[in-house]
């Protein structure tokens, strides 16, 4: 994203201060940035503090300062103003920027956290929450029922244990906690015991291997975690990465992965379920939706990532640039895009996992 940047600070011929921020040396991130920001765990209220000072020197010093401290969005916000900033595009404690939101605006600063509010974020970011509001707009979501123990995976599983079914975390990303059960309903053959700890690419395990690890976890008793038991959708899974402004969506383009190839595109069945999610959810930014198809081939919700997916990189073969779109238009560049404009110059393309290098 900030390589695009640099590109449309290059065609629009526009004087533009690109600055990254993170709490850790992240040279692939700032190769690509004008200014550099190494974000503390906690930041010093002194007025003269190192800006590039590291996060342990600074957390030393809040060890022996802790009155003197400033959450992180503050320190962001301090150094946006001081950079006259005009838009903020957060990662993944935008919750903790949403709530200052106003300090913001007053600053003058376009804030972008995937959504308008903190309930919308908090919403998004718990997977059940999440699918009740889709049920309450009446947008095809997929089913869950939540489980915070073994008494009620037990209950759950005698009720629903007629289909293909799959477990997840009610918040979490990058699949972590994610288990598709053998229930002996599926269409595949039962999971060999050890295939699960063999390839735990594919992401299956023994029903009964799955509630014993779950019963007998002393993660689990030590810090409960809360999980979803949901059907198994067979169909399509498709990630959507989407430009939107309150609720109301600018640009988008849809990926779904073959093998190792995604395939780039603009599939308007998805779009009719993305369109009113984001709609919903009042989303604001540059957000991805995950959606999968079920057995009938309806396109279903999965969940709202409320930034950036981490294969926005792939949609620039499109020959349409999101970040630039968004971008753009948010810094006054460019009129406010229009998705059904932007969706037929869209050019569908395969494309394999891009990587990269960075040399120190």
Known sequence: MLESLQALKTQSNTPLNIIASHRHERPEIFEFADTVYYEPSVARLDADADDNEDSASIDNHAQSHVKNVLPRWQFVLKQAQKDNVKVLLTGRNGIDYEAHRDLFTAAGIRLLTGATSVSALEMIE???????????????????????????????????DHQPLCVKPV????????????????????????????????????TEQFITAYERSQMIKEQPIPMLLMPYLAGQEYSIDVVCEHGEVLAAITRHKTGKIQHIGYDKSVMDVVIPLIKAFDCDGIVSVQTKADDTGQHRALEINSRPSGGIGYTTHSGFDLTQVGFGYWLSFTDK????????????????SIMMSIKL
Not at 179 to 205: A, C, N, Q, V
Request: with cysteine.
């Open 337 to 352: 895009p229009e998705l059904e404009t932007v969706a037929a110059q869209i050019i569908p393309c395969q494309v394999r």
């Open 171 to 206: 918040t979490g990303i990058f699949a972590q906690g994610f288990w598709r059960l053998d229930t002996g309903k599926d269409t595949d053959e039962r999971y060999d015991s050890f295939e699960h700890l063999y390839f735990t690419e594919d992401k299956k395990i023994n």
């Open 126 to 160: 718990d997977k059940f929450a999440f699918m009740q509001h889709c049920h309450a707009h009446d947008i095809p979501v997929a089913e869950a029922w939540r489980f915070d123990n073994i008494d009620e995976l037990r209950t759950l599983l005698a009720e629903h």
